[in-house]
């Protein structure tokens, strides 16, 4: 799917994927902390999470090699590959000891990622568990366009579709479950009428 998409990706999809450079600006890991990308595609994320935090160490992962390679060039471009560990991963049971030679991460970003992967609440319980104590998963993605007008909901599904994407509409009762069973503290918060979510959990120090 992404053998060609990839290269016009981020043009096109900047003008939808609406939170991301907010859930950037949230991230503020500590001093020399570390940030996972789960689904990281062609790296934008990564790129922006770099320079804006230059002492933190970044990685991402991707079941996508096509997406990977790209996200490797534009790293590279980016002159940031000392600073990005890009790495090939099932983001529902990937191993960060053996993919980046550490236990957990202070941060982990989910952004516009659950809605294309079917086995999504794995990919949720996946990424909490690799939370160092104190650290915190964020999330950005497509909402449940509560309070959007029906027209451009019914549009913006039909297009949606077309790309193999579900919006997640359970994804705050899901996260809140899950924080419960991992000691961890979870929230979920509407923006833009809905047309996105927005999540947070912390896991407790």
């Known amino acids: 799917m992404y053998r060609f998409q990839r290269h016009i990706y981020d043009a096109t999809r900047k003008f939808y994927l609406l939170g991301r450079d907010g859930l950037v600006d949230g991230l503020q890991p500590p001093t020399g902390g570390s940030v996972l990308e789960v689904g990281c595609g062609t790296g934008r994320n990564l790129i922006k999470i770099a320079r804006a935090y230059p002492q933190a160490r970044c990685y991402g992962l991707d079941v996508s090699e096509e997406m990977l390679a790209t996200a490797r060039q534009q790293v590279a471009k980016a002159g940031l590959s000392g600073r990005i560990t890009?790495?090939?991963?099932?983001?529902?049971?990937?191993?960060?000891?053996?993919?980046?030679?550490?236990?957990?991460?202070?941060?982990?970003?989910?952004s516009y990622a659950l809605s294309m992967i079917p086995p999504w609440r794995a990919v949720l319980a996946r990424a909490l568990s690799t939370l160092a104590p104190g650290g915190s998963l964020h999330i950005v993605d497509f909402g449940d366009q509560a309070h959007l007008p029906a027209p451009f909901k019914a549009l913006l599904n039909r297009w949606l579709a077309?790309?193999?994407?579900?919006?997640?509409?359970?994804l705050g009762a899901e996260l809140e479950q899950l924080c419960t069973e991992s000691d961890a503290s979870g929230s979920?918060?509407?923006?833009?009428?809905?047309?996105a979510v927005q999540g947070l959990a912390t896991r407790r120090g």
């Open 86 to 110: 890009l790495k090939q991963a099932d983001a529902t049971s990937f191993e960060p000891e053996a993919l980046f030679g550490r236990a957990d991460f202070d941060r982990v970003v989910i």
């Open 162 to 170: 077309l790309f193999h994407v579900t919006p997640r509409p359970e």
């Open 188 to 195: 979920t918060r509407r923006l833009y009428n809905g047309y």
